[in-house]
């Protein structure tokens, strides 16, 4: 490989974080000391260049040791991992809870999303500002900058710690004020008030009708032995007896569909990938959780975290794959230690590693944390992620369950598609199929946050409407609900008088609208729809990877005139702004490589369309 | 080899073999479109061992690094011969049926252990036995080398023992594996295919056999000599006995690309007449008694090149010459013209197809033909067919007629380089390319390059330090027969007694006055690879000097001849402006 450093050198506790990621260098090579016996070793060929999928574990280790990676850190990396360093240069950069510029050790994210936003953080953020001066510079010890979302919309609005050392702290704070984010800003973390039980952004925890959510708040998500007596690991039983071919019959009689957004038909998926003669396969869990207003996800993590280790041993044992890969949000410091436990037990007890259950079956799982960018939730740039390389959609077909992760074939599924493999397996497929709808099968986690009484994620069998999800989580005193945005960012606006919209994937397809993953962000006659918009659309701008050019430039155009409108000062006419604004955004529905790009312009267009914003002259 | 001169293999086997070899070759920076194809051969799965004594870019690709000491090529291959055939992984089908005198090699690499091949070449036991085991059990293996094989006294010996390897383990003559010896010019096959070698005429016929001669003899309507011609060493040697008093160089510029420049520089002064043909005025052109402009064949002619793969393509003009500079075709045929023959031709394609008339392996490419299918391999023997990608099949044929003439294992012995290391020249000095500039610089010192930083000695740090070197110092470099001043690099790539220059920058550092004419006798390549040298901390007067040096060395650049328009090139130094001779020149 070619290699081409500069100076600067790694200190000590730079190298000290990479080796105990990486073990000790084996030579001056590979940026340990150089010794005459140097010239007798060979680095550079496919061993040394096969661990290029550990540049995100050892960015990972840098900026968790120091709070941000130098240019000798990067340097050091590069050593030990054979890559060139502007092109882990351009890793380090595409993240962004990496710096490669000096800050403190520790950084307070403020979400300033659209569930917070709506909750009113700009007046955090104007106090924060206030005492702290603006995002992004050191005030003393500390940085505070403007997130996208944390993932905790029911609590909105959210703020997470994280600091540097050994170990590297995470802690997050919601509801947050001025004062819980400055007290943030400067307590140590360990005197933070702990973030409450998962089980309390579950209004319905207990109810005996639960599905996936059953075990919330019931079962120790701590505790393996406790899972089992919760009917833990049932399902892989029942996925051994029935053979792998079994499992894929049960999941497509099951009418199982992704839950991340695509309702692909999960059994055809794994069928897929099953057939592959290609070896090996891999199992790639999507919970890279980062669709603004999504946190179902998180919920199940924290809340049941057992869950999601069997379903993907079921998944894996279903498709042929010896190695999964859980892809985490960075943003997500409790579900990492939850899960981490989990696996750690699951291993001690053999229900990962070599062969499970005595049933000769081999499968592990290696967690993978994303650092900040919300497009490794896309199926495909979840693989350049975890190869270690800029996290960039690749152009289908090929699908990834012909070339995939590493480029064999993968079987990549969200975590609420994996955790209803259970309920299927310990139904059966036909059972499971019965609740719902005959297209939609079984029941859907909703993300419920804004102007409602009980925010948190809700469990309802296909076929309610949005009227009974609402109520369940009941209206706030004096508040009058105005629109509902649907499926996140990435989805649209829906008017107060549509909530008779079936929840079903057809049901919402015919309203012009979609389940997305499951956001249902509600909201009141106080919000400030433009500023919503405008920070959707910064949200994109900021988020797409810049691969493509209807992405690269159509998101900041869109920005741009969104800014204008907002602002009163359309170019020209309102007219011709909206104008504009529907010819970037088809450009960009027509012509971006993934569904970033594709669906950037969605909630803009519902809220001109079905809200009527910027009808008049000002904005509503 | 095998008759024939060219690489066995087409770079679509190299994108597709599973062990590619790079011995004596840093194809990385020398060959870079080659190095293409072995990346995409990497990138398929494919291994990459590199045999080296630096540990140079191409080096830093591979799965397997052999660093041997300079000159102990023979003893490295012998000893992988010994350890496959102990091993029991020689392919016996291929050697009982297709070679030759094995249970005498079997005898001749005994000696060869590991242990005493690691001992003379300095590479490890256990990388020389993977290398030998990877090499034998790939299903197919690509061999492939350049000047590091070649530029020694005994390159050919060198050659023929790589040879040997590819005979013991059958990888030759099957798609994906051979033996390919890697060009340097975009044409430096296209000149040996077309007999501008010694002991050939055109698509290697040799110039001994009474048939062919009489062929080439009716064709060009001229006797044919019956005897091999001198290979350019041997023309040095004449020279020094005066036998050789007038040469005809084209493109070829020996003053700064021959070993021991002082000596060339003498006999081509002391020739009664020089003839230059060149697109630039070389140093070798400054000696000239006339020069001949030509045209660059890349874009001011009509014709045809071969590249390392043997194929053929159509080189087309898009440009034309400047000034008085001619076509080479049309220089040659004046000339001939000049000397009473009829030599003119109408066209490029009038020449090619007298060449197809003549040589058979060409026969099949019609310009219509290279033009549709984009170039062709040869041997094309027919209008209608396309032989296999790879040579060689034969050797795995059934039939023993088809077969041939089973091809011999070399008994090649190990002989250290010429120039001895010694307490006075303590440092072996080999010489090498880099990726940017090209042999003396002619046809890329015009041309910046970012990466380009002029001449350095590279050198180990551990040698450095001992020395009290300093990184960027000007050194003085001494072999037995020259000194020259470069500035020191410091380079981790470098192992302790090892140190590495170019050839690139003739004119502010004359590489090749350290270098030693030691040829070798079949090739008559000398060994510009093995150079026994010391290096010596400049005294302070010195030191100025070289600084002085260092800063007019900036902007240097050789003027090309060929974009002088108007009036003819006036050649600087001695040499006479007189573009075309006036008189017939007597051989």
Known sequence: MDLHFLDAVADAEERAAVDELLGEPDSGWDGGQRHLDDWRTTRGGHAARSRRDQLLPALHAVNDRVGWIS???????????????????????????????????????????IACK???????????????????????????????CLGVCERAPAALVLEAGRPALGHVVAPVGTEQALLAARAPVVELAPEPDPALAVPQA?????????????ADPTSLDDYRAHGGYQALREAFRLGPAGVIREVTDAKLVGRGGAAFPTGRKWDAVARQPADPHYLVCNADESEPGTFKDRVLLEGDPFALVEAMTVAAYATGCRRGFLYLRGEYPRALARLENALAQARARGLLGADIMGQGFDFDIEIRRGAGAYICGEETAIFGSIEGLRGEPRSKPPFPVERGLFGKPTVVNNVETLVNVLPILAAGGPAYAAVGTPTS?????????????????????????????????????????????????????????EVDIPLTFEGTRAAGTALGSGVVLALDEGVDLGGILLRIAGFFRDESCGQCVPCR???????????????????GSTEQDLALLREVGQAMRDASICGLGQTAWNAVESAIDRLGAFREATPS | MFGAGGGTSSYREVEETDLIVLWGSNARETHPIFFHHVLKGIRNGAKLYVVDPRRTSSARWADGWLPLNVGTDIPLALGI??????????????????????????????????????????????????????????????????????????????????????????????????????RGQNNVQGGGDMGAIPNRLPGFQDILDPAVREKFARAWRANIQPYYGRTLTQMFEAMDHGELTTVYAIGENPVQSEADAGATIKRLSGLDHLVVQDIFLTRTAQLA??????????????????????????????????????????????????????????????????????????????????EAEGGLQWPCYSEDTTEPSYLHGRLWADDPVERGQPAPFGLVEHSLPVDEL????????????????????????????????????????????????????????????????????IDPAMRPGLVFMTMHFPDEVDTNSLTIEATDPVAGTAEYKATAVRLDRLGPADAAAAERAAATRAGAAVEPVAVLTGTPPAPRGPARAEPVPTRPVAG
């Not at chain 1, 207990?206 to 019931?218: A, E, K, S």
């Not at chain 1, 430039?553 to 170019?571: I, K, N, S």
């Not at chain 2, 500079?325 to 020449?351: F, K, N, P």
């Open chain 1, 118 to 148: 709506a909750a009113g953080v700009d007046a955090v953020r104007a106090g924060v500002r206030a005492e702290l001066g603006p995002p992004g510079r050191d005030a003393g010890g500390v940085v505070w900058q403007e997130s996208p």
């Open chain 2, 81 to 182: 011969a010994r350890e496959i055939i102990a091993a029991g992984l020689v392919n016996t089908a291929f050697v009982e049926r297709a070679t030759a005198d094995f249970e005498a090699f079997r005898a001749h690499v005994e000696p060869w252990t590991l242990a005493a091949t690691a001992a003379e070449t300095g590479v490890p036991a256990d990388l020389i036995r993977e290398l030998a085991h990877a090499y034998a059990r790939a299903d197919r293996a690509q061999l492939c080398w350049t000047l590091g094989i070649t530029e020694h006294h005994n390159g050919t010996d060198n050659v023929r023992s790589l040879i040997n390897l590819s005979l013991l383990t059958g990888h030759v003559g099957r798609y994906g594996s051979g033996l390919n010896p890697l």
């Open chain 2, 289 to 370: 008694d006339v020069v001949l402009p030509a045209s660059a064949a890349w874009c001011e002619t009509e014709g045809t090149v071969t590249n390392s793969e043997r194929r053929v393509q159509r080189v087309r003009k898009a440009l034309q010459a400047p000034g008085e500079a001619r076509d080479d075709i049309e220089i040659l045929g004046e000339i001939a013209h000049r000397l009473g023959h009829d030599l003119r031709y109408e066209s490029a394609e009038a020449v090619w197809n007298e060449l197809r008339a003549l040589s058979p392996m060409h026969r099949g490419m019609s310009y219509r033909r290279l």
């Open chain 1, 71 to 113: 240019q000798g850190a990067l340097n050091y990396i590069c050593q030990r991992l054979t890559i060139p360093p502007a092109d882990a240069y351009g890793v380090a950069t595409f993240y962004a809870l990496f710096s490669v510029r000096p800050r403190p050790k520790r950084v307070v994210h403020l979400c300033t999303d």
């Open chain 1, 441 to 497: 099968t079984g029941t859907k986690l909703y993300c419920v946050s804004g102007a409602v009484a009980r925010p948190g994620v809700y469990e309802l069998p296909f076929g309610a409407n949005l009227r009974e999800l609402l109520e369940l989580a009941g209206r706030p005193e004096g508040s009058e609900l105005t629109a509902v945005l649907m499926g996140g960012a990435a989805g649209s606006f829906i008017r107060a008088d």
């Open chain 1, 206 to 218: 207990g109810d005996p009708g639960l599905v996936l959510l059953r075990r919330i708040g019931v």
């Open chain 1, 553 to 571: 430039v159509g998101t900041v155009r869109q920005e741009e005139a969104l800014a204008r409108l907002t602002g009163g000062r359309p170019l």
């Open chain 2, 422 to 489: 010694t307490e006075e020249y303590p440092l072996r000095l080999t010489t090498g390319r880099r990726l940017d500039s090209y042999n003396t610089g002619v046809q890329s010192g015009g041309f910046n390059s970012p990466l380009r930083r002029g001449e350095t000695l590279d050198l180990s740090p551990e040698d450095a330090r001992a020395a009290g070197i300093a990184d960027g110092e000007p050194i003085r470099i001494t072999s037995r027969r020259g000194s020259v001043v470069a500035p020191a690099r």
